[in-house]
Every structure is written in C-alpha cells, then in structure tokens.
C-alpha cells in the first residue's frame, strides 16, 4: 500500500475515534476499496452434495490433488453403490479457477489399472489433454502419480473424466466438473449479476447384485447379469456397477438420486445460474416448474445476447455443458428434473432419480413451503411397473 495512502487513512481513522466513530468502519470500507482491485471469485460456486476443491499455492502455481480410488457411496437412502470416484466420492471436487491462472492437477492413482485425466472443453497443450496411445500424455499407472499443468484461459463451465478406457472407467464414476470465472468482477457471470451460482453433473447408473457376473449386452437386451433391476426399481442394498450396461436403473444429479438430493435454495428476487453438465450416455431434457430461464452459454462458449433464448426445458446430450440463468419471481418448491419419465422413478410411485427442487426460502432463511415426503402410489402393485404378464 502506497505511504501516502497510508498516512491518509490512519489521519482519516483518528478523526472518525474522536468523533466517536469505530475506526473498523473506515478499515472495512477501505478494505472493500482494495478487494475491488484484486482479482477475485466473480461469483461463489456450489456444486450440491460435491465440494469445491482445495488448492494451494506455488510460486503463482495453484496446486490441486485427486486421488483415483475406489469409493463406496450412497446414492439415496440405503442404496449403496461400489463405484470408482475422486477423493472420495462421484463425482469428484469441482475444481474452481479463474481465467488465466495457471494451475496444477497431481493425479494419483490407487486403482488397480491405469488411468488417466481429460481435460474436457478446455483447450490446453496436447501432453496435458490425458488421452495415452493418441497424445503424449502419459497412462497413470496403479500407485503412481502424474501432475497436469496449464494455463486457464477459457471462462465457463467444463469437466474432467478419465480417458483411458472411458467406456469403463467413466461410467464407473472418474468424472467431475471444471469451473473458469472472470478474471474481475462481483458476483456476476457473463456480464449478468447473479446471487446464486449452482452446478448439476448428470449421471447415470446400471447396478446389480455385489458378485454378479458382468457381462455386456446388446443395445434392448435383458439379462439377470446385467439388469438385476429396472429403472428407478433398486431397493436399499449394496451394489456393483456394470459400466458397460446398455440399460441404467439409477439417474442422479452429482452422485445422488432424489430425495437424496440437497435442494437448490434461492430468495425471491434472485437471478440464479445454473450449470448442467452431461457425462452419462444419454440425452438429458432438464426441465424446470414454475419458471422460464435463458440459456446464456454452452460449452463453456457465451452465446451473443442476440441469440439467447429462453426455455423452461433444455435437452442436455453426453459430452455437453449449458449455463442457464433465471429470475427468481415465483415462491414455491418447484422441480427441476430430467423429463424421460422413466429417469425420475422411484419404487411404488415414488419421485426419484434426476431430480432436485428449486426451493424458494424466505429472509430469515425458513422455506415458504416445507418438502413433503415423496407419495406412495396405492395401486396394490409390487412397483410401479406392476404385473403386466396378462396384457
């Protein structure tokens, strides 16, 4: 800080305690003065049920850590799914920079093949991209380590999966999302100002008795290997994943299927960002109550204000990214879900799988509408795709 300055601000903080005025007063104003010429979070991410990842700093170098391992995860109440992830869990953290830093990924490897990171959407040197055999970026072998480097130039909204046998090792969970923000700004995104700024990673799952053989099966094939259970059927239990399965019974939003869900909490008045982001093998047409929102960017691309549109339904496909943005103006719960009705269906009826509830709250922080139970349909079937041999 300039001596100059200085002294004027001490001469400033004299004056205010003799008037009787709290000298913090005028160091958090000039605190705030010198927070607006520092490069900063444009706005504050929150990936529901997923953390942020932690980083420290090197030289200028900001350094993150994933771990691929095994992990053994809830994806709603009692149902236990053993999938593959990063530190911990699937998705993995999602990693949040700023446009221009350069960063950091040491990738550790505890699982017991290769593997290997993408950077996907995100334009980076080609041994940094993690697609060994084609690029000369490295195969992770089992218990060792290799560290990406790069510089973030792109802003928007991305992700990270592995690439070395993807048809397995990403439908067994080794994915995550990769944020950019603006190099300035507050609390904005794409030049709108935003109060509220939340991810969703699309998923999707077939799971089957722990032990049971694997086998792949033909695009419309059933088997007891392979679809133990029919979409939204699985009860509270223990699970394998089968990644090579043609048939999902699971559809969660970051690792969790409703009601697992954590709520995206909003206040009227918000303009709230959404992210959605797609690593399953399926499109994705997410759909939000209550509610009309502009796409502002796909792909981590802005697109021209000229040519943003609004929906209240945007299909998502495998490999996609959409930033979407809306007004909160209407208090309610609303649901915000894939619309394929078989990818929000629970056992007897019940709401499940893709979705979450846009939940309005009020200033004290206390929900207009609690959430109710999910209800049971009384059609005195077993589930909800009942006994149907007789038709």
Known sequence: MPRKFTRQILAASALLAISGFSVWQIS???????????????????????????????????????????????????????????????????????????????????????TSVH??????????????????????????????????????????????????????????????????????????????????????????????????????????NTMTFGEGQVPAGNYDINPESMSWNVFTFNGKQYPATAPLTVKKGDRVLIRLANLSMENHPIHLHGHNFTIISKDGNEIPKTAQYQENTVNVAPGETYDILLTANNPGNWPLHCHLPHHTMGINGQEAGMMSILQYVKSNGKPYYPLQKSSTAKSGMPNAMGNMSGM
Do not use: C
Request: aromatic residues 8%.
């Open 28 to 114: 958090s104003a000039q605190s705030e003065r010198l927070n607006m010429a520092i490069p900063r979070a444009t706005t504050h991410p929150v990936s529901p049920n997923v953390s942020n990842a932690s980083y420290t700093v090197d030289q200028g170098v900001k350094v993150f850590h994933l771990t691929a391992e095994k992990v053994k995860q809830e994806v709603s109440k009692g149902v236990f799914m053993n999938a593959w992830g990063y530190n911990g869990g699937t998705p993995g953290p999602t990693i949040v920079v700023h446009q221009g830093d350069t960063i950091r990924v040491l990738v550790s490897n505890r699982l017991p093949v290769p």
């Open 119 to 224: 950077w996907h959407g995100l334009n980076v040197p080609n041994s940094m991209d993690g697609v060994p055999g084609i690029e000369p970026s490295p195969a992770i072998l089992p218990g060792k380590s290799f560290s990406y480097q790069f510089k973030v130039n792109q802003v928007g909204t991305f992700m990270y999966h592995s690439h070395l046998n993807p048809a397995i090792q990403e439908m067994m969970g080794l994915d995550g999302v990769f944020i950019s923000l603006p190099k300035r700004g507050r609390d904005t995104f794409m030049g709108k100002s935003i109060q509220h700024d939340y991810t969703l990673l699309l998923q999707e799952w077939s799971l089957q008795k722990t032990g049971t053989k694997q086998n792949r099966m033909p695009m419309g094939s059933s088997n007891s």
